[in-house]
């Protein structure tokens, strides 16, 4: 298979009532969290194709809904997550990516209000000879990561996942292994109450992110 020259893979699990955004679900109700998560898997697919990507890649779960997200990113390959930790499935989704195109940048479905220039900026410091990219999140996890080669399997072992300590940990992991690392700008990821109101607060962001901002219109009015 013929390599292009930036990929954008997404990771999104399709939102099931009661299992999508459970954290979120607690403060605002299993209804309005799971309405919340499919517009920001609709947002993410529109940043998607505003990221000046060659090719799309998501890796998605659960594998029955191949149809549902195909149906929300039109036009990208698909791949299913394996059943695995989430490292194992981080790197399945970066290697994904890595067999169609040389410079790979993966997000998430939890900040859809991410402008896209700092997807944009991810791929020009790839291309300008970094191993790897790295954003920040507020709670101390990454909600982008990029790679030109294949990462070293220790920057994910035994990581304490959904802990402030992930970034700072793969950060300095990348590090001791002698990856050159660019550090993007810090962002959010929307995943409880707190993150709920830094969204309600990026009226940029909300401009960029359509489907998310009538969500939370809805969510105001009912």
Same mark, same amino acid.
């Given at each position: /298979?013929?390599? =292009?020259?930036? &990929?954008?893979?997404?990771? #999104? ?6 299992? $999508?955004? !459970?954290?979120?679900?607690? #403060? ?7 309405? +919340? ?11 998607a194709l505003r990221s000046m990507a060659d090719t799309i890649v998501v890796a998605f779960a659960?594998?029955? #809904? #191949?149809? !549902?997200?195909? &149906?929300?990113?039109?036009? *990208? ?6 059943? *695995?930790?989430? @490292?194992?499935?981080?790197?399945? $989704? %970066?290697?994904? @990516? ?5 410079? =790979? ?23 300008? @000879? ?20 294949? +990462? ?6 035994? /990581? ?8 700072? %940990?793969?950060?300095?992991? $990348? ?23 830094? +969204?309600? $607060?990026?009226?940029? @962001?909300?401009?960029? *992110? ?6 939370? !219109? ?5």
């Amino acid at each position: /298979m013929a390599r =292009v020259g930036r &990929g954008l893979v997404v990771l #999104a699990k399709w939102p099931r009532a009661g299992r $999508a955004k !459970r954290r979120l679900g607690v #403060a605002i109700g299993a209804r309005a969290s799971t309405a +919340l998560a499919h517009a920001f898997l609709r947002d993410t697919a529109a940043l998607a194709l505003r990221s000046m990507a060659d090719t799309i890649v998501v890796a998605f779960a659960p594998p029955s #809904a #191949a149809d !549902r997200v195909a &149906g929300v990113f039109a036009g *990208a390959h698909l791949i299913p997550q394996p059943s *695995a930790s989430f @490292g194992t499935r981080l790197t399945v $989704a %970066l290697e994904a @990516g890595r067999a169609r195109a040389r410079h =790979v940048v993966l997000i998430g479905t939890d900040s859809p209000a991410l402008d896209p220039r700092i997807v944009r900026d991810a791929f020009a410091a790839l291309e300008a @000879g970094a191993d790897c990219v790295l954003g920040p999140s507020h709670d101390g996890g990454f909600y982008l990561i990029g790679c030109s080669a294949a +990462l070293p399997a220790s920057l994910f072992r035994r /990581m304490p996942w959904s802990t402030a300590a992930v970034f700072g %940990l793969t950060r300095d992991r $990348a590090r001791a292994a002698g990856v050159e690392l660019v550090v993007l700008p810090p962002a959010y990821d929307v995943d409880d109450a707190a993150s709920l109101e830094l +969204l309600r $607060a990026d009226a940029a @962001g909300l401009r960029r *992110a359509r489907a998310t901002a009538a969500a939370l !219109r809805d969510l105001d009015v009912a």
